[in-house]
């Protein structure tokens, strides 16, 4: 089963910026459309940014387009998640699967992994 692992996480300032990783050294991440989800204490877990497998087209949650961009080091079979500007309310823990779309939705294709806590706070 595809293991993910995701890091660069960690305390900042509000306006402040990260940039977090996903890597696996289970399968090839160019080969799959990659998510990045987020889940806030008591709220339900959402997608952030999806890039696709084939073409490298992306998409963005409405809270994360502007600030946030996706993108791929194939060479380190990774995935990145540049966050600038960011709020305390994209305090949360910060999750990358493999994706797809079902309906509306963007769904991971198997489990979670440990995910990597984001915390914006002054």
């Known amino acids: 089963q595809a293991q993910v692992v995701e890091s660069g996480g960690g305390l900042v300032q509000p306006g402040g910026s990260l940039r977090l990783s996903c890597t696996s050294s289970?399968?090839?991440?160019?080969?799959?459309?990659i998510g990045w989800f987020r889940q806030a204490p008591g709220q339900e877990r959402e997608a952030v940014s999806v890039?696709?497998?084939?073409?490298?087209?992306?998409w963005y949650a409405d809270f994360a387009a502007g600030r946030f961009t996706i993108f791929r080091n194939n060479d380190e079979n990774a995935v990145l998640l540049q966050m600038n500007n960011l709020k305390p309310e994209d305090t949360a823990n910060y999750y990358c699967?493999?994706?797809?779309?079902?309906?509306?939705?963007?769904?991971?294709?198997?489990?979670w992994g440990q995910g990597t806590q984001v915390t914006v706070s002054s």
């Open positions: 890039i696709a497998g084939n073409d490298g087209s992306t």
């Open positions: 289970g399968f090839a991440m160019a080969n799959y459309a």
């Open positions: 699967a493999p994706t797809e779309l079902l309906g509306s939705t963007w769904s991971p294709l198997g489990s």
